[in-house]
């Protein structure tokens, strides 16, 4: 009866962990770029029986243990807005920003040009390119980001293109260590270097919407929050048997 008490607890306290993720995922179902978080799940077993009516692999109680979380980096869905400032990227690729944090990378391509000048984020963050943060002057018009993240204007009445800058696309080799920093920004931990993604393209005038299925992130919380309510009432149940036993095992014959 014990077993089935911390068997019972083991699965909602995953089973609440699993709770917070899918939340987190809905409640950012319209943060440009977000990826969406996963839970994983293992089978933890422990020899608890010992009594000889038990044998084998019934000896073994199996309990359900949180082991981690992993990032859905799949493509979202590319969203146009017309604006000139705003990039899509097409691929596995970051963009590279820099923040009071140090440097942190993010899919969230909708930029804009603050009052010095300079490309940045929706957050003021300072969008990196492969020579540092990419300016502009007073009298640029006609940006153009190509393929390859290189951005191009014209500068007054001049009838040739300048190049600002081009936009540091970075990857990573194992995309999974990255740390998550609020909804769009991704933190390289030590020992993890990003490394130049010559494969990952621009898109201009798009921006990536988040990679979040509200259809299937509503079901999952349904179907979790029902798993909650019947660990719960098998709990429920569990204690009440064991008072009853307890109650009918006091009982002294008259």
Do not use: C
């Not at 807005?81 to 970051?94: E, M």
């Not at 259809?215 to 179907?223: D, Q, W």
């Amino acid at each position: 009866m014990e077993n089935t008490l911390l068997v019972g607890l083991s699965r909602q306290v995953a089973l609440e962990r699993q709770l917070g993720v899918i939340a987190n995922n809905v409640a950012n179902m319209n943060t440009t770029g977000f990826k969406a978080d996963k839970s994983l799940f293992e089978e933890y077993l422990n020899s608890g029986a010992r009594e000889d009516n038990f044998v084998g692999r019934d000896r073994l109680v199996s309990f359900v243990q949180d082991r981690a979380t992993w990032h859905d980096f799949a493509q979202g869905p590319a969203e146009q807005t017309g604006n000139p400032l705003d990039v899509a990227v097409s691929g596995a690729g970051f963009l590279a920003v820099q923040t009071p944090g140090g440097e942190r990378y993010t899919r969230n391509g909708a930029m804009q040009i603050n009052a010095q000048g300079q490309l940045v984020t929706t957050e003021g963050h300072p969008v990196l390119g492969t020579g540092g943060p990419i300016v502009f002057q007073p009298t640029d018009r006609d940006i153009n980001i190509g393929l390859d993240g290189t951005v191009t204007v014209r500068e007054g009445n001049a009838k040739t293109d300048s190049i600002r800058g081009k936009l540091r696309l970075v990857g990573f080799e194992r995309p999974q260590l990255l740390t998550r920093e609020g909804g769009n920004l991704f933190a390289a931990p030590n020992g993890v270097a990003a490394q130049a993604d010559a494969k990952s393209t621009i898109r201009q005038g798009f921006i990536e919407k988040s990679n979040v299925s509200a259809v299937a992130e509503m079901s999952r919380l349904i179907e979790v929050t029902r798993a909650y309510s019947s660990v719960a009432t098998l709990l429920q149940q569990q204690g009440d048997m064991r008072k009853t036993s307890i109650e009918r095992l006091a009982d002294v014959p008259a």
